[in-house]
């Protein structure tokens, strides 16, 4: 039989393609395969409890896990700083895309959060942000005192502020419970989550998001513009009709990534800031497999937990592709 | 008609130097922003220890010496070995194996390629997470745990390096490897010869990109280092802020020893870094 | 670019050979090696120095782990499965010891000791043994013990006149030395604390006001009971009723570091407690500061007389092929000359009950100003140690306690609710348990009906 040349050229791609493919099939196929494989039973690393297939049942349990939903609570709280981010990452690059002179070196400047990110950097931040000695702290109270802000605020309204104490503290903007995924007023305030927060936002803002969008502004057709400046468009209009949709697909992108990253988040700011404190506001899905797993050895239950965040992040993912592909056009 | 046009000159020349200077007042105070902690780190990493805490920005005593306590008190430069080599290694393997499975999935033509280029793309979605503790369990069993090996070989293979490459050897004009192979040049000559040396910006930014990742990788070697020896500096500084957590000063002189290499290897290859970036984020 | 890909391949093939180089020397082979794994500090190099020195056909060498996260266990089972655990390792409390023991890692050292003359149930300290034995059997040696007990300032009493502390028996005795000593500025601001108290130990004053975590068969989280909050309470109240005693925002504000874990043995170093709750093992820090005078008393306590004891505890790992040889190491820490070294270095005292009843104990020629170590001694016989339930993973259940027992010390919740939840919790937690595992449920139900009879 006679076989064409794509057929025999499928030999040859296996030949290149052999590497990588069996490492992905060793680290990534069968991993994955296992863990769910392993999400249907009791495994326990210290071998503790006898070895037993209980099918659905971590994923009962998981139902009813009301730290899991707390800890679903907190990543997706920790979220709410990707539309600042992005939001930011869009305006740094509609002022650096003006042909300034030192464009570079703003550019250098701005990506260099993103370039040391990682442990360093928490630590660093760890150190900023303690309540009394923290250098942030001390801005904030230089800044009551020089402008006796409290003695304002007293006379007029009869309360006064203190700084926050940030990384331990379990207040937060929206006010949620720590106890209940719920709402309490009492713990509407600034806390670890937010402190973790504005620092993923110094972070990201000047990083690869920055970066696309410049991208995608150099080659933003001037002509564009152009004509709609001489139908009168203000500069605003400008942004609203041409510049942003043209901007769609790469926001599109953006977001997706930023999803997918923020649902996976938090482990290392858990583990070098908070240890997952204060009364667990700062543990996230990511951080929550892993003390399941390395610190409570439960593995079986540990898997299920990664797995139901895999089919979280699948989904969102689906959606988006639908989503896009209504509405970009490219 | 020429009044209108001065006026419109002069209009534009204003609006162009009034915006742009505003535009220089709000970028350099971002900029400022952005850099404050840095600084603030470094000159914390001169005080001494009684004088982080206070708001005096600069040391009233510089010392230097900070920087020599931290190898002393960790073995610091072992950590910083262990990064690089690791880093190094899996630099050099990803390379080889992405740029060879892109060479299958741009430049060989063979029934089926498009359906499972996107088959394994969508691997892209898995998250590191549920690949971790199996992972782990292999290890164990492999008795690759607390290894080079253990942390080398599974960060090897990467998917996204695939897709980077491809996007690269995609632009290479199919003409130069029909004509190699009229020449008789097999497809390994076409790939080594040809094709690897014309994707080199493409090579070189994933080069950058994976040693960069593997430099501040955190979660995995966690995970797989037990023993002191093979600590990485994201690990050895963990365990430098646990242990001697209340030493402000020597934690940010090892922070920003930390941090140096990452600067400078930015600054050198800005270039490929952007293209890179923005080829990664083109949909395939 | 081929001439740059051959290059770099070649440079990093030679560091791999430099890494090769740069793994720990290899051992001297006319000697039988062996590895502890222990947390790393000069007291524990100078412990193995003496043995190497003691033994020198054996070399042992230090494994070092950092004992203040959850990290040292896993390290030691994961490596054990892997085949390169250490030959020795450390273990604290009875949970672990049930976990290593079940793990199959921990060396069953019962018939071994005997034959060497080593009574482990007779000679170390009692509030050791839940450590060590496991259902009867001995799986170690301990290396040290310790209860805390109150250290104090004596510049402080002096500058501020207020006599030593002396006879102080109860909390309610002792709340106004505390006060006394507690010292605002100008700004109302404190800037010394009569009293400072890791927080962790909240679980002592549990058990002084007569509450348990467990009931005794572990079947049930009873640390709702009145007793239990009325602990909590004090706890809570020494910081927002009193203000004797810094808060968690307090304490972070004055360490240097933020974070968690902020000690308060540095605080106590830099004067700004005039007491503090804290183990003998302090002294290994306490002594580097010249000009500090200290003074140690009991501990003051409440309704009931416990202490918080706690001991190190070296155990032989069972899967290593040199752990006959290693058995050497655990005469050792039985021996005469390890256990004066504990006492001399202040490593908490002995593990060995009667090298605390020697005069060089008591009077060391080294630290003539010591004159408090009666105390560290004492303390040890009203020791409780570690409770723990066989019904659920301590690590769990320490983290839902933890989080209620933050929402107090937080001043968020009161202590009868935070008490409640941590209960309601880990009860349920325990059902889960013995759902998931019917040998856990035929245990749990022998307990229950043993108890209904």
Not at chain 1, 168 to 185: I, M, W, Y
Not at chain 1, 226 to 254: C, H, M, R
Not at chain 3, 288 to 315: F, M, N, Q
């Amino acid at each position: 039989m006679k076989t064409t040349r794509r057929q025999r050229n499928v030999v040859i791609a296996a030949g290149f393609l052999l590497p990588n493919l069996l490492g992905f099939l060793v680290f990534t196929a069968g991993p994955v395969a296992f863990s769910l494989v392993m999400s249907l039973s009791n495994w326990n690393i210290q071998h503790t409890v006898p070895f037993q297939w209980t099918f659905l049942r971590n994923f009962v349990d998981l139902w009813h896990d009301q730290s899991f939903w707390l800890y679903f609570v907190n990543t997706i709280y920790l979220m709410l700083g990707l539309p600042l981010a992005i939001a930011g990452s869009l305006v740094l690059a509609l002022l650096l895309s003006q042909n300034l002179r030192g464009i570079t070196i703003y550019r250098t400047l701005f990506y260099l959060p993103s370039i040391t990110s990682g442990i360093a950097l928490m630590i660093l931040w760890k150190a900023l942000y303690n309540p009394d000695f923290g250098p942030i702290n001390a801005v904030i109270n230089w800044t009551l005192q020089t402008f006796h802000i409290n003695g304002i605020l007293h006379a007029l309204f009869g309360t006064s502020v203190t700084p926050p104490q940030w990384l331990l503290a379990t207040r937060n903007l929206l006010g949620l419970d720590v106890e209940k995924v719920g709402f309490l007023p009492a713990q509407w305030g600034l806390g670890a989550r937010d402190a973790i927060i504005i620092m993923g936002i110094w972070i990201a803002v000047g990083g690869n998001n920055m970066l696309l969008y410049l991208a995608a502004l150099t080659n933003l057709p001037q002509e564009l513009v152009e004509a709609a400046q001489l139908d009168g468009a203000g500069k605003w209009a400008v942004f609203k009709n041409v510049t942003w949709p043209y901007l769609a697909p790469t926001t599109f992108f953006i977001v997706v990534m930023s999803f997918i990253g923020g649902l996976q988040g938090g482990f290392e700011q858990a583990r070098v800031m908070t240890g997952g404190g204060p009364a667990g506001t700062t543990m996230t899905m990511s951080y929550y497999i892993y003390t399941k797993a390395f610190e409570e050895f439960q593995v079986g239950y540990a898997s299920a937990v990664s797995w139901v965040l895999f089919i979280i992040i699948f989904i969102v993912t689906l959606i988006n592709w639908r989503l896009s592909n209504k509405e970009v056009n490219y | 008609m020429g009044t209108t046009n001065t006026r419109r000159g002069f209009r534009t020349w204003w609006v162009r130097t009034g915006r742009f200077g505003m535009s220089h007042v709000i970028l350099a105070l971002i900029a400022l922003t952005t850099l404050t902690p840095f600084l603030w780190m470094v000159l914390a990493s001169f005080k001494a220890l009684t004088e982080v805490e206070q708001l005096n920005p600069f040391p009233s005593v510089w010392h230097p010496e900070n920087y020599i306590k931290v190898f002393q008190q960790i073995p610091f430069a072992r950590y910083y070995f262990n990064s690089v080599f690791i880093a190094g290694w899996v630099t050099i393997l990803t390379c080889i194996t992405s740029a060879m499975a892109a060479y299958a999935f741009s430049r060989v033509d063979w029934s089926g390629r498009d359906g499972f280029f996107k088959l394994y793309l969508a691997t892209l979605m898995i998250p590191g997470v549920v690949t971790m503790i199996p992972n782990y369990t292999l290890m164990v069993k492999l008795h690759l745990m607390d290894s080079y090996l253990g942390l080398i070989v599974p960060a090897s293979f990467s998917a996204f390096g695939t897709f980077l490459l491809r996007q690269f050897m995609m632009t290479i004009p199919p003409a130069l490897d029909e004509a190699a192979s009229i020449d008789g040049a097999n497809s390994w000559r076409i790939f080594w010869d040809i094709i690897l040396p014309m994707s080199r910006p493409g090579v070189v930014t994933l080069a950058i990109f994976t040693f960069l990742g593997n430099y501040g990788s955190f979660t995995w070697p966690l995970i797989m280092i037990k023993s002191q020896h093979l600590r990485t500096l994201p690990i050895g500084m963990l365990f430098f802020d646990t242990i001697y957590g209340r030493q402000t000063n020597l934690i940010m002189a090892a922070s920003v020893m930390n941090i140096i290499p990452l600067v400078i290897l930015f600054v050198i290859s800005q270039k490929f870094l952007v293209k890179g970036i923005q080829l990664g984020a083109v949909k395939g | 670019m081929k001439t740059a890909v051959i290059t770099v391949l070649i440079v990093w093939i030679l560091l791999s050979g430099v890494a090769w180089m740069l793994q720990p020397k290899p051992d001297d082979l006319s000697k039988t090696n062996l590895t502890w794994l222990s947390d790393d500090n000069p007291t524990r190099r100078e412990q193995l120095g003496l043995f190497n020195r003691l033994n020198p056909q054996y070399n042992v060498r230090l494994d070092p782990v950092d004992t203040n996260t959850g990290g040292g266990m896993e390290k030691v089972i994961v490596q054990s499965i892997a085949g390169v655990g250490p030959d020795l390792f450390d273990s604290y409390g009875s949970y672990k010891l049930a976990t290593y023991v079940k793990a199959g890692i921990a060396w069953d050292v019962t018939d071994e000791l005997k034959n060497a003359g080593i009574d482990v149930k007779k000679d170390a300290w009692k509030l050791a043994l839940s450590s060590v034995v496991y259902k009867g059997r001995v799986y170690g040696v301990p290396s040290n013990v310790g209860t805390p007990a109150i250290w104090f300032n004596k510049d402080l009493f002096d500058k501020y006149k207020v006599p030593y502390p002396k006879n102080v028996r109860t909390w309610k005795e002792f709340l106004p030395i505390l006060q006394r000593l507690t010292i605002r500025d100008e700004h109302g601001r404190v800037k010394q604390y009569g009293f400072l108290c890791d927080s962790w130990m909240v679980t002592q004053f549990i058990w002084q006001w007569g509450g348990r975590t467990y009931t005794p068969d572990g079947t049930k989280c009873v640390i709702d009971s009145p007793e239990a909050i009325a602990g909590v309470q004090f706890f809570h109240d020494l910081m927002y009723k009193y203000h004797v005693m810094p808060t968690p925002n307090d304490e972070a504000a004055m360490a240097t570091q933020g974070g968690w874990g902020s000690g308060t043995m540095t605080l106590f170093m830099g004067g700004k407690g005039a007491m503090a709750l804290g183990g003998r093992y302090w002294l290994c820090s306490l002594r580097d500061i010249k000009e500090l005078k200290l003074g140690a008393i009991e501990c003051p306590y409440g309704p009931h007389k416990i202490y918080w004891g706690s001991s190190r505890v070296t155990i032989i790992n069972k899967n290593s092929p040199r752990r006959k040889a290693a058995l050497a190491f655990l005469k050792y820490l039985a021996s005469h000359d390890y256990n004066e070294l504990v006492n001399h270095q202040a490593d908490c005292v002995s593990p060995m009950k009667a090298y605390c009843y020697t005069d060089k104990y008591m009077h060391d020629p080294d630290y003539p100003n010591e004159d408090f170590n009666a105390v560290w001694r004492d303390t040890n016989d009203y020791a409780m140690t570690e409770e723990v339930s066989p019904f659920i993973n301590a690590q769990t259940a320490g983290r839902i306690v933890e989080k209620q027992l933050d929402l107090v010390r937080n001043n968020q919740k009161p202590a009868t609710q935070a008490m409640k939840a941590a209960a309601r919790e880990v009860n349920a937690e325990i059902q889960k348990n013995l759902d998931r595992d019917p040998n856990l449920r035929a245990e749990y139900d022998r307990l229950m009906g043993t108890k209904a009879k």
